[in-house]
């Protein structure tokens, strides 16, 4: 049974624009496993991050 949240490294991140709420405040993000996830605008490049694997969503910054 594989965990259900896990933590992967952020390998690509576009710099989040301020002010766009047309995505509700998140931008897309590819981790180091090569998924692609919805993240919040803080996310940079290089951050741990914690993925649910049961829903694919971002939990939290490490």
Same mark, same amino acid.
């Given at each position: ?15 989040? &624009? ?5 995505? =509700? ?6 981790? +180091?496993? *090569?998924?692609?996830?919805? &993240? ?5 490049? =290089? ?6 694997? +049961?829903? *694919? ?6």
């Amino acid at each position: 049974m594989s965990p259900i949240k896990v933590q992967l490294k952020v390998k690509e991140s576009p710099p989040g &624009v301020k002010g766009d709420r047309a995505q =509700g405040g998140t931008k897309s993000a590819t981790l +180091e496993s *090569g998924a692609e996830i919805q &993240v919040p605008l803080f996310i940079e490049e =290089g951050d741990i991050i914690e993925i649910n694997t +049961e829903t *694919g969503e971002y939990v939290k910054r490490v």
